[in-house]
């Protein structure tokens, strides 16, 4: 039992290039949540998945993407990477509301 | 929506001395409230909760109030070690949600030798 699993664990990109942040969890959790964390700014939500088949807006969701491909998987894209994007990415997964969340190891992403 | 609000962001104590951190929470239906520590490079993990039907659960050296009159909640770690210095959060949400738990900013707490 893994728990939730992220790849890659850094990953450095210049300004425009894209990229895919994958996130998998063995849990058989309903819920799933793309974070970031910037210093001093805690964590903020981007997009969240309710169940398979559905996803919605958070905090922040500008220049980012999500894709729920099944229940295990949800993947965050940035289509056109910015320096702002510089972040630590956390994503996260739930069984239920009011349980907790549990997160994976992060991506620490670096856009030049 | 919810509104958490922590304090202090940084805090020091020497070992052996208990550390408080404070939350306040804005919706009076928020039900649940964990806190989560975070190393360094590390991810946040949970290490206790509450649910507004209680108003106090320890663990250990780890303890939770938790107020809903006023709206707010506090850790409590007591016998401070080295190992306790970390980021912590608290978090607040409610039923229904699917949304997200809405996070403090966080407090660093510093145990000093």
């Known amino acids: 039992n893994a728990g939730v699993t992220q790849t890659p664990k850094f990953q450095v990109l210049k300004t425009g290039q894209s990229m895919t942040l994958q996130c998998a969890q063995d849990m058989n959790h309903n819920s799933m949540y793309w974070y970031r964390q910037d210093p001093g700014m805690g964590l903020r939500l981007i997009y969240y998945?309710?169940?398979?088949?559905?996803?919605d807006k958070g905090e922040v969701p500008n220049g980012y993407n999500v894709s729920r491909l099944n229940k295990r998987e949800f993947s965050l894209r940035l289509e056109s990477a910015a320096p702002s994007q510089t972040s630590v990415y956390f994503c996260?997964?739930?069984?239920?509301?009011?349980?907790?969340?549990?997160f994976g190891n992060g991506t620490r992403l670096t856009v030049t | 929506g919810e509104n958490v609000e922590q304090h202090p962001s940084t805090l020091s104590v020497q070992e052996g001395d208990s550390a408080v951190i404070k939350c306040t929470y804005s919706?009076?239906?928020?039900?649940?409230f964990p806190w989560y520590k975070q190393e360094l490079g590390k991810r946040p993990q949970l290490i206790i909760d509450?649910?507004?039907?209680?108003g106090e659960k320890k663990d250990q050296r780890i303890a939770v109030t938790l107020n809903k009159t006023a709206k707010h909640f506090s850790l409590h770690i007591t016998e401070t070690q080295p190992e306790d210095s970390a980021v912590y959060f608290c978090a607040a949400s409610k039923d229904g949600s699917a949304r997200q738990l809405t996070f403090g900013s966080g407090t660093q707490l510093t145990v000093l030798p």
């Open positions: 996260a997964s739930r069984d239920r509301n009011n349980s907790p969340l549990h």
């Open positions: 509450i649910r507004s039907n209680v």
């Open positions: 998945s309710a169940s398979e088949g559905t996803t």
């Open positions: 919706d009076s239906a928020s039900n649940y």
